[in-house]
Structures are given as C-alpha cells and as structure tokens.
C-alpha cells in the first residue's frame, strides 16, 4: 500500500543580517512616520539571540592603545565645550528659553554642556508623541527590538566608546576606570543581557493543557507609558532604565539628571543611531515638579522607573498614591534609592585584605556609589592592624582632574553635595556632633572644583550622626567594638540604618560568615563575603536592595 504524499506545512529559511543596521533602522522610523497604523509583523520562529558575555575591559594602562584614544577623545571634548543638549521628542529637537548648564565638578567654572528644560507643554508632547508610536513599537516583533539594542551595544562599545566615556568622566567626575566599567562595560551588558532574559521571560509557559484547550501567555507592554528617572552618577543606569521597559514594549518619558546630561544625550543618540524609531524613548530634560505634573496627572501614566535619593522616591510615590483614581491601571513603581552600606570585621578577619577593600569601596568614584561603605564595625582585637592599613593605603590617594590619569579621585558632583559633607565635617570638628573625632583627612576646597579629601571618622558610639545618616560622599566612619559581642553588634548594626542595599562581611571563621550572614539577611540586597561592598556585574550580582534602599527589584536580573 503506498501512503499518499504529505504536503509541506511549512518552509524553514535560514535568516542572517546584521543586527539593526541603520538602514534597517530608517526603514522602521520611516514606518512609524506614517499616519496610518501599519500592520503588526508576524514573528515567524522563537528566536535566540546572540550568545551574551560580559564586556571586556580595558586596563588604560601606561603606553596602551586605549589609554592614547581615551587621551585624545578627552582633549577633543574640552576643545569643543560647550555641547548643547536639546529636548528631543518624536525625534524633533525643541530649544527652549530655560537653560541651564552641566559644569564640570572638579572645576566648576568650566561648563561641559547647556541643555534645555522642557516646559510644561513639551512634556504633554512627549506624551502624546509616545502614546502614538507605542502601538506601533508594541508589535514589531521582538527580535527586531532586541536587535536594535544589540546594535547599540555594539556601537558604544566600538565605535563611541572614548567619547560615551569622556563625557563620563568630565561631566560626572569619573576616572577612566570608573568610567569604563560603567559607561562602557555596564551599560553594553545591560543592553545584551536584557534581550537574553527577555527571551527567558517570553519562553515561561503553561505546561498543562486540559482536553482540547491549548493555553498561552502573552506578556505586552504596559497599557500607557513608562517614566524613567535617572541618576547623575552612573551613565549606565540612565540607558538601563529606558532600555528595559522599551525592550518589553514600552514607550518612554526620559528625565535625565541635570548633573549627567551630557552622557544621557549621548546614550539616547547612540540608540537613535542603533534604529529606535521615533517617539519609543522620548529624551526630556526638566524641572522634576514640572514633569511629573504632566505625567503623574495623566490617565495612562502606567509606570514608574527610578534610581536617585530616597527621600525624592518617597515624595514621588506619594505623589502617585494620591492620584491612583486618576489612572488606567496601578502604575508600576520600581525605584533604587539610597544607602547606608557596611562593612564588618570579624575577629577572624583578615585585617589588612579588610582595610584596603574598604578603601575602595569608600572613595573609588568619591564615595558617590549608592553601594559605597560608609559605616564599619571592626573587632577591637583587629583594630592597630586595620588601622594602619587603612591610614598607609588612604596617604598613597591622589586627587585631581579626571584627565590626569594619576588621580584616584576628584572631586563631588555639585555644590549641593559638597555643602551637605562639608557641614557633616565642620560639626565634627568643632565638638557638635559628640562621641566622633576625624581620624584621617576632613580637608575641603571649593575653589576650584567640589573636592574633599577621603575621609576616616571614628566613633565611639554605634548610633553617631555619621553612623546614621547617608552622606553620599567620600567619608567613611568606623566604630571599634568588642570582640566577644558579636552576635550583639550584628543586631546593632543591622538596626541602625533605614537602609538595605548592600553589606560586606569579612571572616575566616566559618562558623562566624553563617551567624553573620543570618544575622543580616534582611540588612542588604547585595551581601558580600570577604570582598567590598561594591562592584555588582549584570550577570553575575543582580543588583538592588530593599527597605529605605528600594523595591528590590534587581538590576542586571530577568527581574
């Protein structure tokens, strides 16, 4: 008996291009320039994006290629300061009569940039130009979204790497190896990472189909628009915050930090330039009280993604709490704030390995981290050791514009921040603030630049001001406690801050990283064994706390 022939059902073909070439990228923006809504492409395969690794880093190292490139995109940019940073919206650039100036915080008579606030008006643009390009953006199908990030990813990291850095370190005080893990490393494996858990979070499905039922999950964008927040002090987080929710979907309101406007403008070009067609990320400098009276009033407010101080996130969902009834759907609020980290010495520790991690942990970026130590609790029987090695290794410090490559650290990023430490000191010094005493540096200068020296204060007693409070700068303060009152001290630190982002806890004992690290599950986010408090890597440390410090909701994670 011959079976009667199959016909085929479907043809495979193997497709490849080069992830969102600018070509390809007009063709989309093109698309979206049409007043008619085009028709949703059909997504014909579940693909798998390219295999992900972290981004190399390079050293700049004496002599090194990099080094001479990073030198020479640094003299260009000083050369041509001033830049101008407009309001970009549906991809049209707006110059408005509210300027204000990003200056440079090591020598702040210098500007890097002007850029334009938007007004009230230009934000209800925004809005609307998004709300129109979303459906759109919302159906092309995935991998043309992930390519586009992908491609980005690829031009930051080649092709605009020196100046995406340059601008880092000028603008934001950065040294080159600051810069480079976040501006370049961090902010590439954002981008290629996310396509990789989006992939993860599209293939989570029902497993179970009853008798004649086939079940599956769709996950769309939010009903509405997304706005995102961002941070002056890691270039990285501001292209994290619009990159997530636009990958899934979303459409977004940008409002960068004054105080990094200038990388922010270049990371939104660089996406631009990548293919993201218009009106998906609208880029949207601005007094905050006037964007958020736009879009927190707004109906289709559907989501809100933040990294900045805590006492600004709290105002601001407040500020949604009270106009709940005025929306669509709960927006989603997810928010990294702020931080009172610590580190914690173990009897056992090893005190020197202690004293140098917390030296990098407390003035690498000049203490401007939200993950920065700045408490330590050390074991009275390590004390003269730790001690010493903290004074030794914190004299070897040098301090100065980023573009001497022999500085360690510059300076704060503004007058407000050096304002705010500055007081901190001078009560100190002068017998305000009891039970503390300035073991190393204290020293300030404004006349130039921001700068205070990487700072030790020591207390004697656990629940100090300095203790307490988070100063977001470069002064760390320590407190000797007894050796035999471990488990106490535990409690005591654990209860003294409102925060909960990251922790470092430093022992050989085995038995004591167990006790201490139970002792302080609920004290950090990020829990570090005997190494310092910072340096989480997408991939590897998803990172983000909770209580004071955030919704938790893990950076660098599917989450």
């Given at each position: ?18 992830a969102a070439s600018r070509i390809s990228g007009t063709i989309i923006a093109a ?6 809504a085009a028709p949703a492409v059909p997504q014909l395969g579940a693909f798998r ?420 409070d988070e100063l977001f700068g470069p002064v760390v303060t320590v407190y000797v ?79």
């Open positions: 008996m011959r079976l009667p022939q199959i016909l085929p059902t479907a043809r495979s073909v193997t497709l490849t291009r080069i698309r979206f320039q049409s007043t008619a994006v390219p295999d992900v690794v972290n981004e190399p880093m390079m050293s700049y190292a004496p002599g090194s290629t990099e080094r001479r490139k990073l030198q020479a995109a640094l003299a260009k940019m000083r050369a041509k300061m001033p830049f101008e940073v407009p309001v970009v919206i549906n991809g049209e650039k707006f110059f408005t009569k509210d300027i204000q100036k990003q200056s440079l915080p090591f020598d702040h008579k210098s500007t890097l940039a002007t850029f334009h606030n938007a007004s009230k008006d230009l934000v209800q643009k925004a809005i609307d130009g998004a709300l129109k390009a979303k459906p759109i953006w919302e159906a092309l199908p995935f991998n043309d979204r992930a390519a586009i990030f992908l491609k980005a990813a690829d031009l930051l990291t080649n092709k605009y790497r020196y100046h995406v850095l340059a601008a880092t370190m000028l603008g934001q005080g950065k040294n080159a190896w600051q810069a480079e893990i976040d501006a370049a490393a961090e902010l590439a494996d954002f981008w290629r990472f996310n396509t990789q858990y989006a992939t993860e979070i599209y293939a989570q499905q029902p497993t179970k189909n009853a008798a004649l039922t086939w079940n599956r999950m769709e996950y769309r964008a939010l009903e509405g628009f997304v706005v995102a927040y961002s941070p002056f002090n890691f270039t990285a987080i501001g292209g994290n915050l619009v990159g997530a929710p636009a990958l899934m979907g979303n459409v977004c309101i940008w409002k960068p930090s004054p105080t990094g406007i200038y990388s922010s403008y270049l990371v939104y070009e660089i996406l631009k330039e990548a293919g993201l067609p218009d009106g998906v990320i609208q880029f949207v400098p601005g007094d905050a009280v006037a964007v958020t009276d736009v879009t927190f009033e707004h109906p289709e407010f559907a989501g809100f993604h933040f990294t900045g101080s805590t006492q600004v996130f709290k105002h601001l969902w407040q500020k949604i709490g009270n106009n709940i009834n005025k929306y669509k759907s709960y927006p989603r609020i997810v928010g990294e704030t702020g931080g009172k980290n610590m580190h914690f010495l173990h009897k056992s520790a090893d005190a020197k390995h202690a004293a140098i991690q917390t030296v990098r942990s407390s003035f690498e970026y000049n203490g401007q981290k939200c993950s920065a130590c700045s408490r330590v609790y050390v074991s009275d029987n390590l004390w003269e050791e730790y001690k010493a090695a903290l004074i030794s290794e914190i004299k070897k410090i040098k301090q100065g514009p980023v573009d001497d490559f022999t500085n360690f650290m510059s300076s704060v990023i503004n007058r407000p921040s050096f304002d705010k430490i500055k007081g901190y000191l001078d009560d100190i010094r002068n017998g305000k603030t009891p039970n503390s005493s300035i073991l190393i540096g204290g020293k300030y200068d404004d006349s130039v630049g921001y700068t205070i020296e990487p700072t030790v204060v020591l207390a004697t007693d656990p629940k100090a001001k300095t203790m307490v406690y007894p050796a035999d009152k471990y488990e106490e001290y535990l409690e005591i630190a654990d209860g003294t801050s409102a925060y909960g982002l990251t922790c470092a806890l430093f022992a050989q004992d085995r038995n004591a990283v167990v006790i201490g690290s139970n002792k302080l599950r609920n004290a950090a986010g990020n829990f570090y064994i005997n190494d310092k408090s910072t340096g989480a890597v997408v991939g590897q440390q998803a990172f983000g706390g909770s209580r004071a410090s955030g919704t938790n909701d893990k950076a660098g994670s599917s989450l």
